[in-house]
């Protein structure tokens, strides 16, 4: 029995092997375009996530994204793993100004006048001056900005470590809260960061730019200078920071760009 039917393949024409293939051929791609069909109305047919904090995607796309941020946040971050640093002669002379959201040339602002304000619990607000912040330990660091719309450019900042802030002002137990989030005075643009990349060594409450007080373009008089994050982090013209669990409200992961924009 089995010898006959082998020696029967083995008599099909050309022609009949030939319609053969088709057939298959025709079958597995009738097959997977059901699939990729089915699975792109289960994607699309799936419950919309609610907009708020991030962009509003399909649930199953944000489960996605939030494994990715997980698997990041688990491998390549590390308080020990340090951004690249530069000497500070390769640090850009004109440093390009990218968006004004909230430090806008039109706006009356005067820094002489401003005070950073945090939020403590229960209503309670702690204001600190420039020059008190100028009086703690300072911080330099010359390093590759980038910004999600693909430029960057080695720059050289100085100001106080966000960690060391913490400590001198004794908010440790809000550093061990899940987020920080900060805006500007005028509240048009504001971040939320995860704590772990706040206290990361070489983020700073920056407040130089190349040795000199900030231009206000670049968000005189303090700016957030995070080197493991996207440019889009790096609040210029902070106003007022605050701690949370939850995460806080993010400019740009409300128009669907990634929350967390980990370098
Ligand atoms: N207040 C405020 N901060 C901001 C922005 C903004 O529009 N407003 N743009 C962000 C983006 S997208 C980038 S790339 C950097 C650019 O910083 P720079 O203008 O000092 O180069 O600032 C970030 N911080
Ligand atoms: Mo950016």
């Known amino acids: 029995m089995k010898k006959q039917s082998k020696k029967v393949k083995k008599e099909l024409t050309i022609e009949q092997k030939i319609s053969r293939r ?5 079958t597995s791609f009738a097959v997977l375009a059901v699939g990729a069909f089915e699975g792109w109305r289960w994607l699309y047919k799936s419950p919309q996530e609610i907009t708020g904090i991030t962009g509003g995607t399909r649930k199953p796309l944000r489960r996605a994204l939030n494994k990715t941020e997980i698997f990041f946040r688990r491998t390549v971050f590390s308080e020990n793993h340090l951004v ?20 806008e040339a039109s706006k009356k602002f005067d ?17 600190v001056t420039l020059q008190d912040l100028m009086a703690l330990p300072k911080t330099e660091i010359v390093y590759d900005f980038k910004c999600v719309e693909g430029w960057d450019q080695i720059s050289h900042w100085a100001g106080v470590k966000f960690s060391d802030f913490i400590k001198h002002y004794q908010l ?92």
Do not use: C
Not at 22 to 26: D, G, K
Not at 84 to 103: C, E, F, L, Q
Not at 200 to 229: C, F, S, W
């Open 111 to 127: 820094p002489a006048a401003w005070k950073l304000v945090v939020n403590k619990k229960a209503g309670e607000v702690l204001q």
């Open 22 to 26: 088709n057939f298959i051929s025709f």
């Open 84 to 103: 690249k640093t530069y000497p500070k002669s390769m640090a850009a002379k004109h440093v390009r100004v990218n968006s004004d959201i909230g430090v």
């Open 172 to 263: 440790d137990d809000y550093a061990k809260m899940q987020f920080v989030g900060m805006e500007t005075p005028d509240k048009a643009y504001y971040v939320g960061i995860d704590m772990p990349s706040a206290m990361h060594p070489q983020t700073l409450l920056a407040y130089e730019m190349n040795d000199k007080l900030l231009p206000l373009e670049h968000g005189a008089p303090l700016r957030l200078i995070i080197p493991v994050k996207y440019g889009i982090k790096n609040l210029k013209r902070i106003g007022t920071i605050s701690f949370s669990d939850t995460r806080p409200r993010d400019y740009w992961a409300e128009d669907g760009y990634d929350y967390y924009s980990g370098l």
